[in-house]
């Protein structure tokens, strides 16, 4: 009780969402600390002491819980966080019933870590949103390999995606408009990067350089299709 109290109190001093983490795998630490990083207010726990321990140098938020019980959670007080992500997916049983858990408790927003298409199915139809890690890092390796061009890909959702693309001398030395990405590609240039110089104050008559990297918002086919151009 004493834990959940002191979290409340915490929480009215920000107005910045605050995260839950259950789970402080490989994938769980690395959500944590980037989080963190972030200047994000962040509630961690997981049932290796060892664990926590390393993890309180970032978040004072950080608890060791003897099971993933609807009563345990609630005395944290991890009900009171915006977003609760349940980094759990070897053990599926244990995935399944936290993220019910914590669905219970009434957390607004619930994303749980799956390992498999069965487990994420489970998991979605309790009514949270699904991850698959090492999925979606081999599918981005993957179209990073077939298109060299592109880097640093991002999905947003369904077949939207944010990416980086390197000029080369085909568009060099066009304006922006004299490029015609948008009318050409259905593609639209969010920002421009030149010799460590980052720009989101993109104007008509911007003239693109060989050694420029835009970045890009549009339909996946499209920006693959701008890059196999260039």
């Not at 769980?28 to 140098?57: F, H, N, P, W």
């Not at 981005?140 to 592109?150: E, M, W």
Request: with cysteine; hydrophobic share 40%; glycine share 6%.
């Amino acid at each position: 009780i004493g834990n959940r109290r002191k979290y409340k109190m915490a929480r009215k001093q920000s107005e910045d969402l605050s995260y839950g983490i259950i789970g402080l795998g490989r994938f769980g630490s690395a959500l944590a600390y980037t989080l963190a990083e972030a200047g994000k207010e962040i509630m961690v726990l997981d049932c290796t002491e060892e664990k926590v321990r390393q993890i309180r140098g970032v978040t004072e938020h950080a608890y060791v819980v003897k099971d993933l019980q609807k009563e345990t959670l609630r005395e944290t007080g991890i009900q009171n966080c915006d977003i609760v992500v349940v980094c759990i997916g070897d053990k599926v049983d244990i995935s399944i019933l936290t993220t019910l858990n914590v669905i219970n408790l009434g957390v607004p927003q619930v994303i749980a870590k799956a390992n498999s298409p069965e487990q994420g199915e489970i998991l979605e139809k309790i009514g949270a949103q699904v991850v698959y890690p090492e999925k979606d890092m081999a599918v981005r390796l993957a179209k990073r390999l077939i298109s060299k061009r592109i880097f640093n890909l991002f999905e947003l959702e369904q077949n939207i995606d944010i990416s980086e693309l390197k000029m080369t001398s085909k568009i060099a030395g066009k304006t922006v408009v004299q490029a015609q990405l948008r009318n050409l590609y259905g593609v639209n240039i969010i920002a421009i990067s030149r010799n460590g110089w980052l720009t989101t104050d993109i104007k008509p008559e911007y003239v693109l350089d060989q050694d420029d990297t835009i970045v890009v918002i549009g339909d996946r086919d499209k920006i693959k299709r701008l890059a196999d151009d260039l």
